[in-house]
């Protein structure tokens, strides 16, 4: 199942990249979410850097492992991330528009390792028009945070 969303900020590709690939910020502000974050690798955040993450989701325990796959500083970011039988991809593609606005375009895809898994994806197809929502709401709101944090 995959996700595309793309949006327009009035920052530069600089600064975007800068907000978004800051993991010691995520690192910090997962406590607050209620999400346990544990890195694997140590040194500073680069290519294969990996998580541990565990949290409750949908009223139920969950653990996954998450690696930075791709960085290509201020254009991409990729991280691919597993839970059981899941996998994850989030891929994120900065384009600088001019020199003072980005684009930031978002690629969330999920897959299923097993029988099992993939028709439990195929029952969220359902609610494909939901999930698209709400993660187009996610997106707006942090792009809106990373603008005012530019305005400051």
Same mark, same amino acid.
């Given at each position: 199942?995959?996700?595309?969303?793309?949006?327009?900020?009035?920052?530069?590709?600089?600064?975007?990249?800068?907000?978004?690939?800051?993991?010691?910020?995520?690192?910090?502000?997962?406590?607050?979410?209620?999400?346990?974050?544990?890195?694997?690798?140590?040194?500073?955040?680069?290519?294969?850097?990996?998580?541990?993450?565990?949290?409750? &989701? $949908?009223?139920?325990?969950?653990?996954?492992?998450?690696? #930075?796959? @791709?960085?290509?500083?201020?254009?991409? /970011?990729?991280?691919?991330?597993?839970?059981?039988?899941?996998?994850?991809?989030?891929?994120?593609?900065?384009?600088?528009?001019?020199?003072?606005?980005?684009?930031?375009?978002?690629?969330?895809?999920?897959?299923?390792?097993? &029988? $099992?898994?993939?028709?439990?994806?195929?029952?969220?197809? #359902?609610? @494909?028009?939901?999930?698209?929502?709400? /993660?187009?709401?996610?997106?707006?709101?942090?792009?809106?945070?990373?603008?005012?944090?530019?305005?400051?």
């Amino acid at each position: 199942m995959k996700f595309v969303h793309s949006r327009d900020l009035n920052v530069p590709v600089e600064f975007l990249f800068g907000r978004a690939s800051d993991f010691a910020a995520f690192e910090s502000r997962a406590p607050a979410h209620g999400v346990e974050v544990h890195r694997l690798t140590g040194g500073p955040v680069g290519l294969g850097c990996q998580w541990q993450i565990a949290g409750i &989701l $949908r009223g139920k325990p969950r653990q996954a492992e998450v690696e #930075l796959t @791709r960085i290509s500083a201020p254009d991409h /970011l990729t991280i691919v991330g597993h839970s059981g039988d899941y996998w994850l991809s989030v891929s994120l593609n900065f384009i600088a528009l001019t020199k003072r606005s980005s684009r930031l375009e978002v690629l969330i895809e999920a897959k299923g390792a097993t &029988l $099992r898994s993939r028709i439990a994806l195929q029952t969220l197809r #359902l609610a @494909r028009g939901r999930i698209a929502k709400r /993660l187009k709401a996610a997106i707006t709101q942090a792009a809106k945070k990373v603008e005012s944090e530019f305005q400051r």
